[in-house]
């Protein structure tokens, strides 16, 4: 008897988890049918900024595989433009809309994978309806504002907020030759860091000939002809021919909610460590979930295309009667804009504390590697460690080329709970052109174990 | 009473410790003398093949510190050109004999810090001593290697031994614009990694227009009129107008060892986690020590200048009433020539089965970022993993910039004992302009994960 594997939703988690599933048991006995709504699947939205930018040429590289690849080597019955409405748990069954002709159709399932994605935060503001505000969620989005950059020759962007995505569509809107505003409600841009590594990249933004305004969100925009003019912040009008909205996103839940599919604290759709919802037989994976924070041992919502991709293979392996796991999250990020490198891993300050510890925390500048050797550059690296015991929770970087990758080293060592002593010890590469003796993972652990120490009033440390 | 440390050799390993000494007791209370054969102290040797190849523009560039520093701000009485010819232990003293003025006199101490370093292997063969013949083991190798290359317009130039040294040497002479051979014993260059990575290596001196002679050593070479004017390796003869001798070194332990230190098996200096000889009050640490390796759980001597500051700094804060340890290694290490890079960690296939291991293995070719991203490069990683358990055994790299520092997680992987399996679910830094949306150490880590299970045969994996 043929098993139906039903997924919702065509990307990364969703995918992964289809392949997964089918390289485990062929089609006789898993049919498998993938659901999704837009036009495009299996593309890297993260890719996005960098079509805008011009630095990807051409819509079609965002594409990891087209969707003959799932139908004739993999097969896998992906269906473009086909939304699922509703999810039936008694019935064992969603409802489908097919966008290229209306019609409705009921798809049964034995096995159910819920990879709906993110919704980013469109705030309900005066004029944001405008032409020429622009949200980056989707490739169609992307395509619409490459588009835009590309034809009505704007000169004035705002970008309105100043995270990740923010930050990588004001360096695409910068190499573009644009004049770029950010407007970020916080006391510094990238507001998943510590203010005061924040404050760094608001230095290197302002280095970058990017006008920050820090401190007041965006209350509405104004618009001439129904086209968009300027975005208001506080009692500014900072001048827009085009806008970005890169506000964030929370899980796509709505649907799984409504099925009765549990939703946990953080909107996330709850699933253990193999990608089981509690209902029996349904799956979820990517966005649309909660994962659980190593760390701070608590659920957490992060849309990132490597969870994505990580837990819609755990889902698959299982799925196809494989054992496979995804233990959580350190929360690990990284971004570019321009020269300048921004990462993080573990608990910020303000997150830790939250999170209960008491903590210690250094910043070191140190060099990217050896300074005699040709391009070494500077970078600020922040630890922040729990008081008493010295274990490391959390750091981040800000730095030039080559600085942030290192944020890796540090991840594994918070996933392992080791202390900054311990991580003195720890045996990283070394040569001249790639650091200095000292790597600056090592220069910030050494220098926060001084200081756990001296807190400590004890005998050891340096 | 003052207690007097007396610190033999003044370099990353001596210095370290004194500085550190010095940190946590003042002069009244520990008088510091250290002795340095030598006219140069706290100098980077890992940097002297790019003070040869031109990168580096001054000698001056490589002094981490000057002497006065020592003298001066840390009351660390630092005698250049003053070699210590015996250690006393009875009488607890030094012999030194002053190179300035040829003098001899006693040093006495409390604390003996025995930092000497490694010596070169300078096989004794016909013609070794020919004009034109050159090691790189101390600044004033360097120095005169690189009047050599700059002044006597030197065209062809053979490099004997292809490990790190080699191939940075190799990599400075061709970029001085001699024509490079590179002669080794073994059957791939960079005997360190297993021969299908060092087959990489291979391609890519190659590809750098370096000749390769390899799986046949240097039996001498040729000379007129006292200057070397051909290697021979084999049956033939490789013309040279200059030769540089890169076989490694070995700990130079022959006064410890007169004086009754315990030297282990590696002909390192026996020392415990805190840098401790068995002999009491006298402690040894940098590169004339042996360490413990976390994985073979063997006794190894590894000539590093990282590895020298961290055993340093350990002694000095244990002579200093503090608490600190160097764990041991995992072995790893990090190479450029040219645009290519190469990195190891933990064991290789070889050392695995030496060790005991029963190995399983999987080479994986990835890029360094996205693949639509500019500037990706392609690698290749290799793990080894154990039979059975899946655990992470070591790893190697062979690619282009941005590949090798990739190999510190992989070095944090090994230092806890992760399985592959469990490494596909680690939160490493991803955005397109630094890595796939699988990361190249997880994709190598997944592709292992699922051989390990392909061979027990059981459920679990990918």
């Not at 935060?121 to 309806?129: E, F, I, N, T, V």
């Not at 959580?328 to 891993?345: D, F, L, M, Q």
């Not at 600056?440 to 009033?457: S, T, Y």
Request: some cysteine; aromatic content about 4%; overall charge negative.
């Amino acid at each position: 008897m043929t098993e139906r594997l039903v997924v919702i939703g065509g990307d990364a988690a969703g995918l992964s988890a289809a392949s997964q599933a089918r390289n485990r048991r062929g089609p006789d006995d898993l049919r498998i049918v993938a659901l999704e709504k837009s036009g495009h699947a299996s593309y890297s939205a993260c890719g996005i900024p960098y079509l805008v930018g011009g630095e990807v040429a051409d819509v079609e590289d965002l594409v990891a595989r087209r969707p003959e690849v799932f139908r004739d080597e993999l097969a896998i019955d992906l269906r473009l433009r086909n939304e699922v409405v509703e999810i039936d748990l008694d019935r064992r069954a969603v409802t489908v809309l097919d966008h290229r002709d209306g019609g409705r159709y009921r798809e049964p399932f034995d096995q159910l994978v819920v990879a709906t994605g993110a919704l980013p935060h469109r705030p309900d503001l005066p004029g944001a309806q405008a032409e020429g505000v622009y949200g980056v969620q989707t490739l169609d989005d992307g395509v619409a504002l490459l588009r835009a950059v590309e034809s009505a020759r704007p000169r004035d962007a705002v970008v309105v907020g100043g995270g990740y995505i923010g930050l990588e569509m004001a360096e695409a809107l910068v190499r573009r030759g644009l004049r770029v505003s950010l407007v970020d409600a916080g006391e510094q841009p990238m507001g998943t860091l510590d203010p005061d590594m924040g404050a760094l990249v608001a230095e290197a933004l302002r280095d970058l000939g990017i006008e920050l305004f820090l401190g007041e969100g965006v209350e509405g925009f104004s618009e001439s002809g129904g086209r968009v003019t300027a975005a208001r912040a506080g009692s500014r009008e900072v001048p827009a021919d085009l806008v970005v909205l890169g506000l964030g996103n929370r899980p796509n839940t709505a649907l799984a909610a409504a099925a009765g599919i549990p939703v946990g604290e953080t909107s996330g759709i709850r699933t253990d460590r193999r990608m089981r919802t509690p209902v029996e037989g349904v799956w979820a994976a990517g966005d649309c979930v909660e994962t659980f924070h190593l760390v701070s041992r608590r659920p957490v919502a992060i849309a990132l295309g490597t969870h994505a991709n990580k837990q819609g293979r755990a889902a698959g392996i299982n799925i196809g009667g494989g054992y496979a796991a995804f233990p959580g999250v350190v929360g690990t990020a990284i971004s570019k804009i321009c020269e300048y490198e921004v990462a993080r891993t573990g608990l910020t300050t303000a997150e830790a504390a939250e999170a209960g510890f008491e903590t210690v925390e250094e910043i070191v500048e140190s060099s990217t590697r050896a300074g005699y050797y040709p391009g070494a550059r500077r970078m600020k690296t922040k630890v922040i460690a729990e008081c008493g015991t010295g274990r490391l929770l959390g750091a981040q970087i800000v730095g030039k080329e080559g600085a942030a990758k290192r944020i890796d080293a540090l991840a594994l060592a918070v996933w392992h709970g080791m202390t900054v002593e311990d991580m003195t010890g720890l045996d990283l590469a070394y040569a001249p052109p790639f650091a200095p003796v000292w790597d600056p993972v090592l220069i910030a652990a050494r220098k926060a174990a001084e200081r756990v120490e001296r807190l400590r009033g004890g005998r050891a440390g340096g």
